[in-house]
């Protein structure tokens, strides 16, 4: 079944894990959005990989994995990428990289970077360009692989729109980028990726039509959504459904099953509201033991407790069939753990979402607390072996969010992971 991995909180919510492990299943692992600001983590042969533009797919030889146009692309990290994950030994599967993909640019980034020291925008973004380059391509300024590999194409179509950002650049005080400082760097950039290039609408549809299983890979999550996410705390691309069709160019009907991702507390990276955040002893332990520093930039992630009225929330708006908890047994050493049924907003309570901030930050958390089950899961491999009051707090979840959990994640590697059948 044609199948999204959908993170639902603010991303790192263990997509890199889910889709390496389900990722033997299909036969084609799509990218459809987001760039190298994602950073999925993968463990592969006992040796820990961090995934920004390669599908999670790549370990798997028989695997396509294909990075559709609705990603933006910096192509001299892509090669980069590659390289690495060869010079490492490991034999990558097939990828593809589409030729409509928007390019990540330098100046994109110096921008990025320029915008979050100004007044105008504190998103705490991950600097690399991503915002600028969305911009571009609603700006209708956009410069694609095609034109990178074609290099008369690309210096008529670089020149002006590098004067265009050296004017905004300037005009904040910052050093202008020269076309000549990385022309050359990007041109055997496109060289070594032309062999990869493919019109990846026309495969996609051909792949489709000849019924090959399809998994979809989100990057960051429903939260950080340029639409749905807590704007303008948010990303500049769509994780959820709609930006899969979008930018991938497949139907709607190349979906049938959304797996919603989340883990078993929250943890956001950058600036925007956060209600259930924890600044406090239990929030330090819980980034302690779920070694929650940033997989792109090593910042420490902000954590709090499980946030059910943004989960259903997310559950809702991305039509999510089953979820998958990750992350579980970061919750072994607890007596108790809370989650979050409603937000008390000046003595009214309340237990719909919204992502607007100014509702976000007057809203005050009224959690259940449930018991823990104080002891290590890690090497749990079936259902029936899970605590008692580890499937007691599964199914308070299922039950407030509606939808079943599918999966248990209690470690990194792919074979801890908890299958749940329902009876
Ligand atoms: P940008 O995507 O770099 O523009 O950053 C915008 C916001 O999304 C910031 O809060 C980032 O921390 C956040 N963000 C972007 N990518 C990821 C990710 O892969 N995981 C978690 N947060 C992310």
Redesign the pocket.
């Known amino acids: 079944m044609n199948s999204l991995v959908i993170g639902l909180q603010?991303?790192?919510e263990g997509k890199g894990k889910v889709i390496d492990y389900l990722a033997g299943d299909f036969q084609v692992v799509i990218r459809y959005q987001?760039?190298h600001?994602?950073?999925h983590t993968v463990y592969h042969q006992g040796r820990k990989f961090v995934l920004h533009l390669l599908p999670s797919g790549i370990f798997y030889p028989a695997t396509l994995s294909v990075i559709a146009h609705g990603v933006v692309v910096n192509p001299v990290h892509l090669v980069n990428e590659i390289r690495q994950a060869q010079e490492e030994g490991i034999t990558l599967g097939r990828l593809v990289l589409s030729e409509a993909a928007p390019l990540i640019l330098p100046f994109h980034q110096r921008l990025?970077v320029i915008f979050e020291q100004s007044r105008y925008q504190r998103?705490?973004?991950?600097?690399?360009g991503?915002?600028p380059a969305y911009e571009d391509l609603t700006g209708r300024r956009a410069i694609f692989i095609r034109d990178l590999i074609d290099p008369g194409r690309f210096r008529r179509k670089l020149e002006p729109l590098s004067d265009y950002y050296n004017v905004l650049i300037r005009a904040f005080g910052g050093e202008p980028v020269a076309i000549e400082s990385y022309l050359n760097e990007y041109l055997a950039a496109g060289k070594q990726l032309q062999p990869l290039v493919a019109d990846t609408v026309t495969l996609l549809n051909q792949l489709l039509a000849q019924e090959r299983s399809m998994l979809f890979e989100g990057?960051?999550?429903t939260l950080?959504d340029i639409s749905l996410g807590t704007y303008p705390?948010?990303?500049?691309s769509h994780p959820t459904p709609g930006g899969l069709f979008c930018g991938t160019g497949l139907p709607p009907k190349a979906l049938q099953r959304v797996i919603g991702i989340f883990k078993a507390y929250t943890t956001?990276?950058?600036?925007?509201p956060f209600p259930t955040e924890l600044n406090d002893a239990t929030g330090e332990r819980l980034r302690q033991s779920g070694g929650e520093f940033?997989?792109?930039?090593g910042?420490p992630r902000r954590v709090g407790w499980l946030d059910l009225v943004a989960l259903r929330h997310a559950v809702m708006v991305n039509g999510v069939d089953e979820l998958f908890i990750t992350k579980i047994d970061v919750l072994d050493d607890l007596d108790e753990i809370q989650v979050a049924v409603a937000y008390d907003i000046n003595g009214q309570l309340s237990d719909s979402f919204s992502p607007d901030p100014e509702f976000l930050d007057k809203v005050r958390p009224v959690y259940q607390r449930l018991p823990g089950w104080n002891c290590k899961i890690d090497a749990i491999k079936k259902q029936k072996d899970l605590p008692a009051k580890t499937r007691e707090y599964l199914r308070f979840i299922e039950k407030f969010v509606g939808v079943p959990i599918g999966h248990v994640s209690l470690g990194t590697r792919r074979d801890q992971t908890v299958r749940l059948i329902k009876k």
């Open positions: 603010w991303g790192d987001g760039g600001n994602a950073g990025d998103i705490g973004t991950t600097q690399r991503i915002g990057a960051q999550g950080l705390y948010v990303t500049s956001r990276v950058g600036e925007g940033g997989a792109t930039t910042r």
